[in-house]
C-alpha cells in the first residue's frame, strides 16, 4: 500500500489542518516484560527441578494495522494513526 510523503491533515497538538510528514511505524511484535511476574515464575521454574513448564498456546494471531507516524509541520510533533484496518499490504512511503 502506498503513502505519500507529505499528507494534509488534523493535528490535535495544535489543533488545526497541517502538512505532515509521514514515516511508517507498522510493527509486529513486542517482546515481554523480563521483569514481569509471570516470566520471571516461569524462569524459575525452568531453572529448578520440577515438571515441565507449559509453553504458550498456539493461537492464530490476527492480522497488525498498517499504521503511520505522522510529523507536523507547524508544531513538530509527532502522533500515530491507522491508514486501514487489518493488514493486507504493508504501508510503505511513495518514492517520487
Known amino acids: 500500500m502506498k503513502v505519500p510523503k507529505e499528507i494534509r491533515t488534523y493535528c490535535p497538538h495544535c489543533r488545526k489542518h497541517n502538512l505532515h510528514k509521514v514515516k511508517v511505524s507498522t510493527s509486529k511484535y513486542k517482546a515481554g516484560r523480563s521483569l514481569a511476574w ?18 504458550k498456546a498456539k493461537v492464530r494471531k490476527q492480522g497488525i494495522r498498517n499504521k503511520i507516524m505522522l ?20 504501508a510503505e512511503v511513495a518514492r517520487e
Not at 509471570?38 to 509453553?55: D, I, M, S, W
Not at 510529523?71 to 504493508?90: I, W, Y
Open 71 to 90: 510529523q507536523c509541520s507547524g508544531c513538530k510533533k509527532k502522533h500515530e494513526t491507522v491508514v486501514s484496518g487489518r493488514m493486507k499490504k504493508k
Open 38 to 55: 509471570g516470566t520471571r515464575k516461569h524462569e524459575r521454574k525452568l531453572a529448578g527441578y520440577h515438571g515441565k513448564v507449559k509453553g
